[in-house]
């Protein structure tokens, strides 16, 4: 993965605005480019095709998504337990997510596909955040595969809400914390459920 210079985050940063502008599929090098005040062999520099820097620009907006749901958890107290709060909020910020959301909109086909390729990552950069939103002490008394095994599970499901269409009604925070309660929390390891949030 490239690094974090300043001509990185430019490049990184213009493709944001273009994907959402233009959709994952449909933007050109030139414009990401232009709009970075770049070269595309500087482009090329960093990112050897067009895919890895769509991975790039897809890691770096879910690693910003994930430490802003980790930090919002921190500082409020669940309406609930834990585990439905941090999938509830997941749910609800990646449906914020202007960049991340016309991915799936435009390429839920796409989107599977990275999933494949960067599911573990994925587990990792959720394992830490629970690990942080997690009271003091509480990662520790469920133990490290308990916490991978809750991060798997969040976006398992969260995939799963996210590309599947539902016949529940899913229009706000409550009835995704509804859908949480229902389904999300029973599905969990008898281990997690065995010690409460």
């Not at 509480?138 to 490290?144: D, L, N, R, S, T």
Request: aromatic fraction near 8%.
């Amino acid at each position: 993965m490239p690094g974090d210079d300043p001509a990185t985050q430019a490049i990184l940063d213009a493709a944001v605005v273009e994907f959402e502008q233009h959709g994952f599929r449909r933007v050109a090098l030139d414009d990401v480019a232009r709009r970075a005040k770049v070269s595309r062999t500087t482009i090329y520099r960093r990112f050897a095709s067009r895919d890895e820097l769509v991975a790039a620009v897809i890691d770096r907006e879910n690693a910003v998504l994930f430490a802003n749901i980790a930090e919002e958890l921190k500082s409020r107290r669940p309406q609930s337990n834990y585990y439905v709060e941090a999938f509830t909020l997941s749910i609800v910020r990646f449906q914020q997510h202007r960049v991340l959301t016309r991915m799936l909109a435009d390429e839920p086909g796409l989107m599977l596909e990275l999933a494949h390729r960067h599911w573990n990552a994925a587990v990792e950069r959720m394992a830490v955040a629970l690990r942080v939103i997690f009271p003091d002490g509480f990662a520790e008394q469920i133990g490290a595969e308990a916490v991978d095994q809750l991060a798997d599970t969040i976006l398992r499901y969260a995939a799963m809400l996210l590309l599947l269409p539902t016949r529940e009604t899913l229009a706000d925070a409550e009835d995704i914390r509804a859908f949480a309660t229902a389904h999300f929390l029973p599905s969990l390891p008898a281990a997690l459920r065995a010690v409460p949030v």
